[in-house]
């Protein structure tokens, strides 16, 4: 009987798995610069006891995280919640964090990544997908619109601080998802 692989698939993360997050979320940082400065605030083993307490207790029950496994094992992740956006409905649900290993980029894990939290938010109940997108990030941007997603309108800036250079613009991006 031939065995299934569990390669190239999206699932619940384990909290064994709260490492392989961190790293690659350092990673992905690191390679977009964007983030860079949040690098220099949160050490390693930080992040990792934070995502490994997000996985065994997370916050909220909708609150998830998903691993896309690849041939290494995780190589991407992705977290979905309600959006905590006071202008957006209670059906409005949010993609927190969305984020491919950059050693593992354009080999359908972020596609896979996408549609498992899309198909996560419709089962926890919501009918509409938001994420916040950072401005200068032209392939993310170019990806969820290629995925038929858009920018609402809302932007925000986010910073470490009272230091508005390091601040990153951001676009909320959203999709609907209620199957109508």
């Not at 690659?24 to 992040?47: C, H, M, P, S, T």
Request: proline fraction near 5%.
């Amino acid at each position: 009987m031939a065995r299934m692989s569990v390669i190239d698939t999206v699932r619940l993360a384990m909290p064994s798995e709260a490492i392989d997050i961190a790293r690659i979320q350092r990673r992905a940082w690191a390679d977009g610069g964007i983030f860079a400065a949040a690098l220099a605030q949160v050490g390693a083993d930080e992040a990792s006891r934070a995502w490994h307490e997000a996985i065994v207790k997370p916050p909220l029950a909708q609150f998830r995280v998903l691993v896309a496994i690849g041939e290494p094992g995780v190589v991407g992740f992705v977290v979905t919640g309600p959006s905590g956006d006071g202008d957006l409905s209670p059906t409005d649900g949010y993609v927190a964090e969305f984020v491919v290993d950059p050693k593992h980029r354009r080999q359908g894990h972020g596609s896979r990544l996408i549609n498992a939290a899309v198909d996560t938010l419709q089962k926890d109940g919501f009918t509409v997908a938001t994420m916040w997108v950072p401005s200068a990030d032209d392939a993310m941007r170019a990806f969820l619109t290629g995925c038929g997603w858009g920018p609402d309108g809302a932007h925000q800036k986010v910073g470490l601080g009272d230091d508005e250079s390091q601040a990153v613009k951001m676009l909320r991006f959203h999709t609907d998802i209620s199957g109508s």
